[in-house]
């Protein structure tokens, strides 16, 4: 069965440092993997997908996502973190079907000043 | 402006009550789903649909049911809420295939008590 895993229910960094966010994942075959941000009050907002190609994709607000196919990782970047970056994320797995995306259980981030 | 729009946003009800939330999507996509999220638990599929008539059950369909009579809406109906139902849920719809993103609603917040 296809599963994801974000190992950290919350990280916390300083304002202008870089965030790691975590995200592993277990597929057969190709994974299709995504990032999704959720804002408070919001739904979830498109950040980037790795479908195939080159291991480091960007993705909008400055983040990117490495892409590491022998660790089965996926994991959000961003070189310098802002306040309005704190958010719920989450890391997602397209099922072989096409008929869903399997989500992790979401990671918040807390960016301090 | 793409968006799937759902209603209510936020909605009390009591056990047992009918209930019936509505998402649009202006995007002129053939996939749809519902999906509710609970807190440490993601985000889960309910129900989804590959086309106009054609729905089917995602992981946790009990106690809710689906239609699809218009390609652009995709109502959930809760015959008879009860409290475990509780939750945050999303309308989300896509192009079909595995790499397209998902477009997300605003999320509607159920209290069933």
Redesign the interface.
Known sequence: AQSVAQPEDQVNVAEGNPLTVKCTYSVSGNP?L?W?VQYP??????LL?Y?TGDNLVKGSYGFEAEFNKSQTSFHLKKPSALVSDSALY?C?V?D?T????I????TTLSVSS | EAQVTQNPRYLITVTGKKLTVTCSQNMNHEYMSWYRQDPGLGLRQIYYSMNVEVTDKGDVPEGYKVSRKEKRNFPLILESPSPNQTSLYFCASSEQGVTPEAFFGQGTRLTVV
């Open positions: 299709y995504f999704y009050n919001r739904g979830l907002q498109f997908k479908i989450f997602a397209r072989m096409g008929t869903a995306l989500f992790g259980k979401g």
